[in-house]
């Protein structure tokens, strides 16, 4: 998610840019929205940034303000109809929206919609419409009034035709920056796509604050206290290496979380080898921490998308093996300490030590830079219920059964908050620990609630489960 405000810019390639830099958080379907100060126009479609975009769509959108969006579908079916941003004409204008996260009170917030503007199928599009309708306020003034009445993880960049405004749940639980740029601002969901776009750091978007950027500057309001609870699985594996939340890179509490992996389970091997990509850092910390030796020991198709990002099971299973080509020459013969980020399903996992084994390793100690994922999300991730996550259901030793490793073992919680360097109490570690800091009606959970309430769920769902 990105937006800029910078009169002379070519505002829509710096959002391609941000957007670009950002591919990793979603990759169902891309959308820019501008402004020139006149009317907004928006352009998504279903497909990576670089798909949906060309130099020459770039060209035609001209304006002074943007906002982007990549999808990862949380709420909604990964269809054209709910890619971001949104877009609601009202009264005196439009407004576009671009959300990460996942509200967890989506049955109340559709019933304050008016009743021409019900039938949304995503939580977002709720939102948009409970911003831009109402009658007699600014924009400025519904989003006081409508964001302290939204519960669950909101990372949001709006417009209206002029201004620019960026908001964070009290909880913030998506990460969001505020960047300058020479001749205005940039929002993002990560400090990555502020370095790719050449725009410095200010700072983080406070949890409850509501921030407003058009000529006169930028003007933070509070429309909520804050209660921090950022997302622990960003430094896992959401967030990119190179962007820093809360002060802590990325990059660095990886390392450090292998580190700590390596005092804790020891391995006798002889190599070292990451998941790529996300496996690597902790797999760097992981050798140095032990000693054993650091070797790439599997080729990535970088263009092949994170594989649990991918909507359906069908899909999830070719990507693995799209993905990934182990080195027979690095690791025949072998003992191997494999390094990966986490284990949702232990699908990969499984496909992994298969073909490890196929190419001649002699053992495989499978080590996970994360604690074993218990429950599911409903801030922002689609981890799958807890009947499909695989340590759910099964103990450690009758998932290293199952995935047919030698050993297997996940870094504590405990060391895992250590290496973040962020107290724990202002971190959501829910899908770990069961401790969800937003509470969950069970009336709002379940991916396809608002498209089984319209009626419109068997056509616009690709394979729910
Ligand atoms: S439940 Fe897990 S993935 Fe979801 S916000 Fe909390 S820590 Fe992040």
Redesign the pocket.
């Known amino acids: 998610m990105f937006g800029v405000w910078a009169p002379g810019e070519e505002v829509s390639k710096l959002t391609y840019f941000g957007l670009y830099a950002l591919q990793h958080r979603g990759q169902e379907s891309a959308g820019i929205a501008l402004s020139d100060g006149e009317r907004i126009l928006v352009y998504k479609d279903m497909g990576l940034v670089s798909q949906v975009f060309n130099e020459a769509t770039l060209d035609s959108l001209r304006g002074h303000l943007a906002i982007g969006h990549c999808r990862y579908s949380t709420t909604g079916s990964p269809v054209w109809e709910n890619a971001q941003p949104t877009f609601y004409t009202a009264r005196d204008g439009g407004l576009a929206l671009g959300h990460n996260g996942n509200l967890v009170n989506t049955p109340e917030l559709a019933a304050m919609l008016p009743n021409e503007r019900r039938g949304a199928t995503t939580d977002t599009e709720i939102l948009t419409g409970l911003l831009a309708d109402n009658p007699g306020l600014s924009i400025e003034e519904a989003a006081m009034e409508r964001l302290p009445q939204a519960q669950g ?1 909101f990372s949001l960049v709006f417009m209206d035709e002029t201004t620019l405004y960026a908001a964070r749940d009290p909880q913030g ?1 998506r990460p969001l920056v505020l960047g300058r740029l020479d001749s205005g601002w940039a929002v993002a969901s990560e400090t990555a796509a502020l370095d790719i776009v050449g725009a410095t750091l200010v700072r983080e978007i406070e949890p409850g604050e509501l921030l407003t950027i058009d000529e006169r500057g930028v003007r933070s309001l509070r429309f909520a206290a804050a209660a921090p609870k950022g ?4 430094y896992v594996y959401l967030a990119r290496p190179d962007t820093t939340i809360a002060g802590r890179n990325v990059n660095s509490a990886r390392v450090e979380v292998g580190r700590r992996l390596a005092k804790q389970h020891p391995a006798d091997a002889d190599l070292v080898i990451p998941v790529p990509e996300s496996g690597t850092p902790a797999a760097v910390g992981y050798a140095d921490g032990s000693g054993i030796p650091f070797a790439q020991g599997l080729v990535k198709n970088s263009y092949v998308g994170r594989t649990f990002i991918q909507p359906s099971q069908s899909l999830r299973q070719l990507g693995i093996r799209l993905k990934l080509n182990p080195l027979r020459d690095v690791i025949e013969g072998k003992r191997l300490v494999v390094v990966d980020d986490s284990i949702v399903r232990g699908n990969t996992q499984r496909a992994l030590v298969h073909m490890l084994r196929d190419a001649g390793a002699a053992e495989v100690h499978v080590r996970i830079s994360s604690p074993p994922v218990l ?1 599911p ?5 689609d ?1 799958a219920t807890k009947a499909e996550l695989i340590a759910g259901n099964l103990s450690t030793e009758e998932i290293r059964d199952s995935i047919g490793a030698d050993s297997l073992a996940y870094i504590p919680l405990d060391e895992l908050v250590a290496a973040t360097e962020v107290p724990k109490n202002r ?6 620990d069961g401790a969800y800091p937003i509470e969950v009606n069970e009336g709002a959970r379940g991916k396809y609630l608002l498209e089984k309430a319209c009626g419109t769920a068997a056509p616009l769902a690709a394979a729910p489960k």
């Open positions: 993880a639980i997302c622990l699985f960003e429950w999300c409903y801030y922002g991730v981890f971190l959501c570690r829910a899908c770990f």
